[in-house]
């Protein structure tokens, strides 16, 4: 259940039951939390600099030219 609370952020002193906890993520729907959480990452890795990697990964671009014919492998 911790990582419930973590998430609605719910604090550790702050009495609150289970089921209480459960019904707040039934009514914000987990998958919403998720998802905007996610658009925040995708935010926070988009405002940095361009040589990093995690941009490079979330854009999927890689400079350069791709090797013609057939692959050794």
Known sequence: MWCLRRMLGVSCKEF???ISIIREL???RLSTLVH???L???G???RRDNNSI?????QGK???TRAR?????
């Open 40 to 42: 925040k990452f995708l």
């Open 62 to 64: 890689v400079e350069g």
């Open 54 to 58: 995690e941009r490079l990964v979330v």
């Open 36 to 38: 905007s959480r996610i």
């Open 69 to 73: 014919g057939i692959s050794p492998m």
């Open 16 to 18: 609150r039951t289970n």
């Open 44 to 46: 926070h890795v988009f």
């Open 26 to 28: 039934i009514k914000h």
